[in-house]
């Protein structure tokens, strides 16, 4: 508890040194400039912004100096701020004591930090990970220039509990917070880097590249996770308790993941599937887009995207329509009347499909005579396409559409069913009883 009571006495005088500026006339005085300085960056900032364009000033320039160009915008007025707080603070020194002038050189100097870190951390896309780097380094920044770092430090490591004979304090947790967002981010951002050059290279297959890719995001994480923990002094020794309680976690509760994983990696090692297949898995078929690792993804290309874990491609039997080659045979199916010559009908369909763009010559487009139907002779037309991935539903309906075409030129009917009703009755119907007239009362004889 030494740590916190040394931080406690700091902060009191702290407070005692705030009072005693509070009652002081220099403080009402310095708050005023402050306020004077942030009035007047904020209008030549927005002057700025309206008479500069960042975009027509950049142009042709390489793509670190642009971004240097927009953080250096972005935060102009904090920039014109400082520069004005550095003046006035500067001014006020040659006129009056230091002492007089102290709330001034800290605002400066807290200014000038968030510049610097606001600038260094612009590289950063992404925003959370941005304003969590931002925050903490201006907040280590801030304590420092007050002279609260060290006290700081020595009141949150002062608080400690022990588990498993790893001693776990705020200052630690804050540290290993830190560097863990500051490295995973940093490893990620590089696994990025390397999977893109590994895509771009020719000579090697999409399913080893997607593998490849994987092992050194894999690779890297575990890296900046071992640096982290190496750099915060905890001892991977006393980390056995968690790591038991990690293994029974995988063994009961974590089964299908661990079994989505290996079975993805099986997948891009043995090249059973890639992205760019096309595929059937039970009733889902579509076009691997991207394989991950715990599923695939599948575009059905009518809007929707199908996850499907990766452990049912090991499991279950899968139709891989593009395993040796790309080539892919369509079929389409019609009727014509029996006026028809057949071997006519087969040339003139064959030359049909053969018209499409996407139908490949070679193999050529074969039209087979199958059956005599109740009303038509029923033709089956076979062709191959070489581009599956860019979609079948496109390439049926212009055949079928070629088809129409030619069949109208060739003057070849297309029938449709005509159906003979006939009506009959099992026997004649009884005839109906005609209704007796009633009898005329007779006339007596007078």
């Given at each position: 508890?030494?740590?916190?009571?040394?931080?406690?006495?700091?902060?009191?005088?702290?407070?005692?040194?705030?009072?005693?500026e509070?009652?002081?006339?220099?403080?009402?005085?310095?708050?005023?400039?402050?306020?004077?300085?942030?009035?007047l960056?904020?209008?030549?900032?927005?002057?700025?912004?309206?008479?500069?364009d960042?975009?027509?000033?950049?142009m042709?320039?390489?793509?670190?100096?642009?971004?240097?160009?927009r953080?250096?915008?972005?935060?102009i007025g904090?920039?014109?701020f400082?520069l004005l707080?550095?003046?006035l603070h500067?001014?006020?020194?040659?006129?009056?004591?230091?002492s007089?002038?102290?709330?001034?050189g800290?605002?400066?100097?807290?200014?000038?930090?968030?510049?610097?870190?606001?600038?260094l951390?612009g590289?950063i896309?992404?925003?959370f990970v941005?304003?969590?780097?931002?925050?903490?380094?201006?907040?280590?920044a801030?304590?420092?220039?007050?002279?609260?770092?060290?006290p700081?430090a020595?009141?949150?490591?002062?608080?400690?509990?022990?588990?498993?004979?790893?001693?776990i304090t705020?200052?630690?947790?804050?540290?290993?917070t830190?560097?863990?967002?500051?490295?995973?981010w940093a490893?990620?951002?590089?696994?990025d880097?390397?999977d893109?050059?590994?895509q771009?290279?020719?000579?090697?297959t999409p399913?080893?590249?997607?593998?490849?890719?994987?092992?050194?995001?894999l690779?890297?994480?575990?890296?900046?996770?071992?640096i982290?923990?190496?750099t915060?002094?905890i001892d991977?020794?006393?980390?056995?308790?968690?790591s038991?309680?990690?293994?029974?976690?995988?063994g009961f509760?974590l089964?299908?993941?661990?079994?989505?994983?290996?079975?993805?990696?099986?997948l891009?090692?043995?090249k059973s599937?890639?992205?760019g297949?096309?595929?059937s898995?039970?009733d889902?078929?579509?076009w691997?887009?991207?394989m991950?690792?715990?599923?695939?993804?599948?575009?059905?290309?009518?809007?929707?995207?199908i996850?499907?874990?990766?452990?049912?491609?090991?499991?279950?039997?899968?139709?891989n329509?593009?395993?040796?080659?790309?080539?892919m045979?369509?079929k389409?199916?019609f009727?014509v009347?029996?006026?028809?010559n057949?071997?006519h009908v087969?040339?003139?369909a064959a030359a049909?499909a053969?018209s499409?763009?996407?139908?490949?010559?070679?193999?050529?487009?074969?039209?087979?005579?199958?059956e005599?139907?109740d009303?038509?002779?029923?033709?089956?037309l076979r062709?191959?396409?070489a581009?599956p991935?860019?979609?079948?539903?496109n390439?049926?309906?212009?055949v079928?559409?070629?088809?129409?075409?030619?069949?109208?030129?060739?003057?070849?009917d297309?029938?449709?069913?005509?159906?003979?009703?006939?009506?009959t009755?099992?026997?004649?119907?009884?005839?109906?009883?005609?209704?007796k007239?009633?009898k005329?009362?007779?006339?007596?004889?007078?």
């Open positions: 508890m030494d740590g916190m009571q040394q931080f406690s006495e700091i902060f009191a005088t702290f407070l005692v040194n705030l009072q005693q509070l009652v002081s006339p220099w403080l009402a005085i310095q708050l005023v400039v402050i306020l004077f300085a942030a009035g960056a904020k209008l030549v900032a927005t002057w700025i912004r309206r008479h500069v960042t975009l027509e000033l950049g042709g320039w390489p793509p670190m100096l642009r971004l240097a160009l953080l250096l915008f972005a935060n904090i920039i014109i400082v707080l550095v003046i500067r001014a006020m020194l040659e006129m009056t004591w230091p007089r002038s102290y709330l001034l800290v605002a400066a100097s807290l200014a000038t930090a968030w510049v610097v870190i606001a600038l951390a590289i896309r992404n925003q941005y304003r969590m780097v931002a925050v903490s380094a201006w907040t280590l801030a304590l420092s220039i007050l002279g609260l770092l060290q700081t020595e009141a949150l490591d002062s608080v400690a509990i022990v588990v498993g004979g790893l001693r705020p200052l630690l947790a804050i540290k290993t830190v560097l863990l967002m500051l490295t995973l490893a990620n951002a590089a696994g880097f390397l893109k050059r590994v771009a290279s020719a000579d090697l399913s080893i590249q997607v593998l490849i890719g994987k092992l050194i995001r690779l890297l994480i575990t890296f900046a996770i071992l982290v923990l190496s915060v002094g991977l020794s006393a980390l056995a308790f968690f038991g309680a990690v293994g029974v976690g995988l509760g089964q299908k993941i661990v079994s989505n994983l290996v079975s993805g990696i099986i891009l090692a043995d599937i890639k992205p297949d096309v595929i898995v039970g889902q078929f579509g691997v887009t991207n991950g690792a715990r599923y695939t993804s599948i575009d059905t290309r009518d809007g929707r995207e996850l499907v874990p990766n452990e049912d491609f090991v499991t279950q039997n899968v139709i329509w593009s395993y040796s080659n790309y080539n045979m369509l389409s199916t009727g009347s029996y006026d028809s057949p071997h087969c040339e003139v049909a053969q499409v763009p996407r139908v490949i010559a070679d193999p050529a487009p074969v039209c087979y005579f199958e005599f139907g009303s038509s002779l029923n033709f089956s062709y191959w396409i581009d991935n860019n979609g079948i539903i390439v049926r309906a212009p079928m559409m070629a088809l129409w075409d030619a069949f109208k030129r060739e003057g070849i297309i029938p449709f069913p005509v159906r003979d009703v006939r009506i009755q099992s026997g004649a119907p009884e005839p109906t009883p005609k209704p007239k009633p005329e009362p007779k006339t007596p004889d007078v």
